[in-house]
């Protein structure tokens, strides 16, 4: 009896410290899983949210680059000013509203247009009503984030004249459907996940409530919420004070959640990426009651259940290690997914800078360094690329690196090598990794490379995309160019007609007229009639005065002192003829003559417009500027040579303000023949009263 009251004591001990160890080691297990299994999801969690801020704040920031963007040009600027002053100014009125109404066509879904007293000058589009529920953002004022049944961006930006005075202001709505898409998507994280964007508490709210939109499976949501629980603050307060990272906390709702957060710092929003712990738990519970079976039978089979549950607790544990491995494997194809997307925007910025950079008024050098400035950084290997463009015999060239047939000291050389017609090869170089013609008036009239100094590198058919997309936008920008030098060529050929005409035919008429006038005016005379003869001398003086008249229009319209004697010789006759005619002081004064001379002696283009820059600046200061004096000073020293045309009239400010259409025009024109030649052109005004015209350039 002893020995089976012993045994059954030894038996009940053994099972009571079997059972206490079992319990142990199955909570030990227990907790290990729970901790691998939010640790997982938590890096999981954190990574899908660094994406989705990355994103929104790409966007956002897109947004409100375009709603400033919009605000400065010039388009939107003058019209403003002009209905300022006159607000029933009609034509501004129309061109506004024009304007205006194109911006649906780019991206906005509504704008308004408001003058400097805030009164509305025009709108397009539908505003969102959805004014509660929206997220005002800090990076500015009257700057929103609304939701409609999707993501609207409602920005407002001043309108600034020259001077940087408030004029306007212009306040834009567009939707953002790749937003709305990315935060609606919930389900893929979990039946409880829960996205929630939120916006700091106003200054001076006592009551400390945010802002935010929730998205859960049964749709968005705005609410209201409190910083802080009646136990801890909510992971939303970490994001909005700058902070980042994975917690388990009790959330709004009062229940145990695992959450990511993180702030969105250029925009002023927190957002949050939430899990709740119950369905986080979930696999584990359920395998809990299984495990409660085997250490009640543990108890009765000690060591086929003990084994049984090493190989429970071992497949368990490889479970979770493959949980975590997929979660790993899903971090790893999210950054890649933001790179390829980092990548894209990349090339797409630089498309943009490049075609912003495309102006009429720029040269095709500075334009070809912003190909470069902007092009290779866009690259995939930036450090060991190197870009060149031909163009019409010229190859410019960026990049330090030797390819065999460059000189990476220069950044514009001449070509001998080119085929006839602008055709090249596209075997030329072993290292060329990409090449796109530039086709201009169907004619090919050079090519965009883009090399990489090793040859491990492989083409990427993005980046070849964005080549062609950019020799395409350069041959548009020099077919625009091409076409504006036709237009000044017809001018001046047209002129250069019409002088010749003047001339050679109307002059002759009119003086054959004027010639037998005055035979008239003799047989007249002889006849005793002195009244008649007195309107046949009449006639005659009358076209006398006409011929002298059409040769100073021939003069001005065909300068044949500069195809016969050259530049200098040219405006010192054009100083005289403006003396004479205008009974005014007109002073010519060139140092150097003989250099000048020398200089643009085969260079017939320099002269003409060199002379049409000074008649026109000469014409300027007569009849815009009332001027009594000029003097007009051409000098060529160490290389620069320097044209000045100084008056003494009104000036250029009371200029601009009685004849703006015509004097703007003529100083478009100076600028532009300036802008062929190279040269800087200045308007100054001078402290002594009256308007200096002022061309510098550089001789090679």
Not at 275 to 288: F, G, I, K, S, T
Not at 488 to 513: C, K, M, P, S, Y
Not at 578 to 606: G, P, Q, R, W
């Amino acid at each position: 009896m002893v020995i089976i009251r012993e045994h059954r004591s030894i038996s009940i001990i053994g099972g009571l410290l079997l059972l206490g160890l079992t319990l142990t080691t199955g909570i030990a297990v227990y907790d290990v899983m729970h901790r691998q299994i939010e640790s997982a999801l938590g890096r999981g969690l954190n990574t899908v949210l660094e994406g989705k801020t990355y994103l929104f704040e790409i966007q956002i920031e897109k947004g409100l680059a375009d709603t400033r963007a919009l605000a400065m040009r010039p388009f939107m600027i003058q019209p403003i000013q002009q209905l300022n002053v006159q607000p029933d100014n009609f034509n501004a009125l129309h061109d506004l509203d024009r304007n205006v109404n194109s911006l649906t066509q780019i991206g906005f879904s509504a704008a308004i247009v408001y003058d400097v007293h805030g009164r509305v000058l025009s709108q397009v589009g539908h505003f969102s009503d959805k004014q509660t529920h929206s997220l005002p953002l800090t990076i500015q004022n009257n700057t929103f984030l609304l939701w409609d049944d999707q993501f609207i961006l409602r920005a407002s930006e001043d309108v600034l004249d020259q001077d940087g005075h408030r004029i306007g202001r212009i306040t834009t709505e567009s939707f953002l459907p790749y937003l709305t898409r990315r935060f609606s998507g919930i389900r893929s994280i979990g039946e409880t996940g829960e996205f929630m964007l939120c916006a700091p508490p106003a200054p001076g709210d006592s009551a400390k409530e945010m802002a935010c939109l929730m998205s859960q499976m049964d749709g968005v949501k705005f609410k209201y919420l409190f910083q802080a629980t009646r136990d801890e603050l909510l992971p939303i307060n970490n994001a909005l004070t700058g902070k980042s990272g994975v917690m388990a906390v009790k959330d709004y709702r009062h229940m145990q959640v695992i959450a990511a957060y993180a702030p969105l710092e250029k925009i002023g929003l927190g957002m949050v990426l939430k899990l709740d712990e119950e369905e986080l738990l979930r696999p584990a519970a359920e395998q809990l009651k299984f495990v409660i079976l085997y250490l009640a039978g543990l108890i009765a089979a000690e060591i086929l259940l003990l084994n049984w549950f090493v190989r429970k607790l071992i497949k368990s544990r490889r479970e979770a290690q493959e949980a975590k491995e997929k979660a790993e494997l899903f971090s790893i194809e999210l950054s890649h997914k933001e790179l390829e997307l980092r990548k894209r925007l990349k090339e797409i910025t630089c498309l943009y800078e490049i075609r912003r950079g495309m102006g009429l008024d720029v040269s095709i050098d500075n334009v070809c360094q912003n190909i470069f400035e902007h092009l290779i950084p866009a690259m995939q290997f930036p450090k060991i690329a190197t870009a060149i463009i031909e163009l019409y015999g010229w190859r410019y060239i960026s990049g330090k690196y030797d390819h065999g047939f460059i000189c990476p000291l220069r950044s514009k050389i001449k070509i001998t090598d080119k085929i006839a017609g602008y055709h090249w090869h596209k075997d030329r170089n072993s290292f060329c990794t990409y090449l796109s013609e530039i086709i201009v008036n169907d004619e090919v009239c050079g090519q965009l490379r883009l090399f990489y100094s090793e040859d491990k590198t492989f083409p990427v058919i993005e980046e070849q995309k964005l080549i062609n997309a950019i020799a395409s936008d350069l041959a548009g920008w020099l077919e625009r160019k091409r076409l504006e030098q036709a237009l000044v060529f017809v001018a001046e050929e047209q002129a250069h007609t019409i002088g010749q005409e003047l001339h050679d035919n109307l002059g002759q008429r009119v003086a054959a007229i004027g010639y037998q006038a005055r035979a008239l005016e003799k047989k007249i005379f002889v006849l005793g009639k002195d009244d008649l003869a007195g309107v046949a001398a009449s006639i005659a003086s009358q076209a006398q005065a006409s011929v002298i008249q059409i040769k100073q229009l021939a003069q001005g319209l065909l300068p044949f002192e500069l195809e016969a004697n050259g530049l200098v010789a040219a405006l010192r006759a054009l100083a005289s003829r403006i003396a004479s005619t205008y009974k005014i002081d007109c002073e010519f004064v060139c140092e150097n003559e003989a250099i000048i001379n020398v200089a643009i002696t085969n260079d017939n283009n320099l002269a003409l417009n060199l002379y049409r820059i000074t008649q026109e600046a000469a014409n300027n200061a007569i009849r815009h500027g009332g001027a009594r004096s000029l003097r007009i000073f051409l000098n060529l020293e160490e290389g620069m040579l320097t044209l000045s045309i100084c008056d003494d009239g009104s000036g250029i400010v009371e200029v601009d303000k009685k004849h703006e259409v015509t004097q703007g025009m003529g100083i478009k024109i100076m600028q532009y023949r300036a802008k062929q030649l190279g040269a800087k052109l200045e308007i100054l005004t001078r402290p002594e009263g009256g308007t200096e015209v002022r061309l510098e350039m550089q001789l090679i």
